[in-house]
């Protein structure tokens, strides 16, 4: 019984050690797809109100005291400083978000609240991005090293970054309507 058991799975096997020729060709790779470009969805003011305001409190909150007690169940918790993710952790993430922020404020096609275009291809516009860039990535640094005294520092490189940009297309004597001119 073993032997015929052996002798059909040898035959079985025979036919299986060549490949079928097949007459069709062999499919060619397929060709990778570029990256969609970057989507624009919200306006200027919301991306200031959604991701530069709350991480840059983020930073300032870390200048007098880090000691933030984790919330009871950290992955709820809408403080960051508190969240899973809390203490220099939240500061070095919030960091990174400032500094990469700066491609959000560079892409064409985002509008200020006010419907006129970013001028995102002014040379003042592209310097501002730059130092709001630097600025993010000198907090990183500083939460890396759990320096509060760093954070200081960072802070107020932060707050010379927004000042430089809000002088210039921001705080306009008409208000909202004469902003991004």
Known sequence: MRIR??????????????????????P????????????????????MRGVLFPNSNVVFAAQDKLDVKQAKDPSTATDPLAST??????????????????????MPGRKCSNGRAVPVDNE?????????????????KAAQAKSTDEIVNAAGTITEACSHCHDKYREKPAGEQDRCM
Request: hydrophobic share 45%; net charge negative.
């Open 5 to 26: 058991f052996l002798i059909l799975l040898l035959l079985l096997c025979a036919g299986c050690s060549e490949a079928p020729k097949s007459e069709t060709p062999a």
């Open 28 to 47: 060619t790779p397929a060709v990778p797809v570029a990256a969609p470009a970057g989507q624009v969805h919200g306006d200027l003011r919301q991306v």
């Open 124 to 140: 003042d516009w592209k310097k501002f991005v730059q130092e709001l860039r630097d600025a993010g990535m000198a907090s990183y």
């Open 85 to 106: 993710y809390g203490g220099w952790q939240a500061v070095e993430n919030s960091s990174i978000a400032l500094a990469e922020s700066a491609n959000l404020l560079t």
